[in-house]
T-cell receptor
Framework: DAEITQSPRHKITETGRQVTLACHQT?????MFWYRQDLGHGLRLIHY???????NKGEVSDGYSVSRSNTEDLPLTLESAASSQTSVYFC??????????????FGPGTRLTVL | GDSVTQMEGPVTLSEEAFLTINCTYT??????LFWYVQYPGEGLQLLLK?????DKGSNKGFEATYRKETTSFHLEKGSVQVSDSAVYFC????????????FGKGTLLTVNP
């Protein structure tokens, strides 16, 4: 069955370190998204990609970067981790078919703690 | 810009009670509307959706009707179960070349036996 996976599921790191969160989907979807989930804020979009070599900033992109070298993967990098980036991170993907009707499929999440 | 407002929780109900979670939206164009559910420790999954005015989405006993005149998409279930305890998110996609979802802040539902 097609799926979307994230790794690691839990990560503890120190302030100032570089951290990369992996996202891999086997749906062969064109669109991929990274969100962070925080109490009182719901889900906020960090970065997204509509295809290989395409990346775009979301509403909370400062301190984060992504690259898309193939269809299946969209890794999220925190260049220099800060305590404000302690959160649960979700990756999602969708086809580029119906546009506004497309369903997004979510991974299980990565809980990141920055000490 | 696009925005979604949903009722703040937490909502606590007894088993077999009626559930309503309110959701209203602001959007350009003609959005599609979604309800996603997040069970404890899991990612979000689609619960139901509606893509045009007066459409009713339904799944697992949950229903929501796309009301353009009131810009609403309220989630209802006639008889909740303990297994429905989760966080519920209302979301929209306003379309065009935009494939992004705009989410509400989520409503935590707890159902007690």
């Amino acid at each position: 069955d097609a799926e979307i996976t994230q790794s690691p599921r839990h990560k503890i790191t120190e302030t100032g370190r570089q951290v990369t969160l992996a996202c891999h989907q086997t749906w062969n979807h064109n669109n991929m998204f990274w969100y962070r989930q925080d109490l009182g804020h719901g889900l906020r979009l960090i970065h997204y990609s509509y295809g290989v070599q395409d990346t775009n900033k979301g509403e909370v992109s400062d301190g984060y970067s992504v690259s898309r070298s193939n269809t299946e993967d969209l890794p999220l990098t925190l260049e220099s981790a800060a305590s404000s980036q302690t959160s649960v991170y979700f990756c999602a993907s969708s086809e580029r078919s119906g546009g506004r009707t497309d369903t997004q499929y979510f991974g299980p999440g990565t809980r990141l703690t920055v000490l | 810009g696009d925005s979604v407002t949903q009722m703040e929780g937490p909502v606590t109900l007894s088993e077999e009670a009626f559930l309503t979670i309110n959701c209203t939206y602001t959007a350009t164009g003609y959005p599609s509307l979604f309800w996603y559910v997040q069970y404890p420790g899991e990612g979000l999954q689609l619960l139901l959706k509606a893509t045009k005015a007066d459409d009713k989405g339904s799944n697992k006993g949950f229903e929501a009707t796309y009301r353009k005149e009131t810009t609403s998409f309220h989630l209802e279930k006639g008889s909740v179960q303990v297994s429905d305890s989760a966080v519920y998110f209302c979301a929209l996609n306003s379309g065009g070349s935009n494939y992004k979802l705009t989410f509400g802040k989520g409503t935590l539902l707890t159902v007690n036996p």
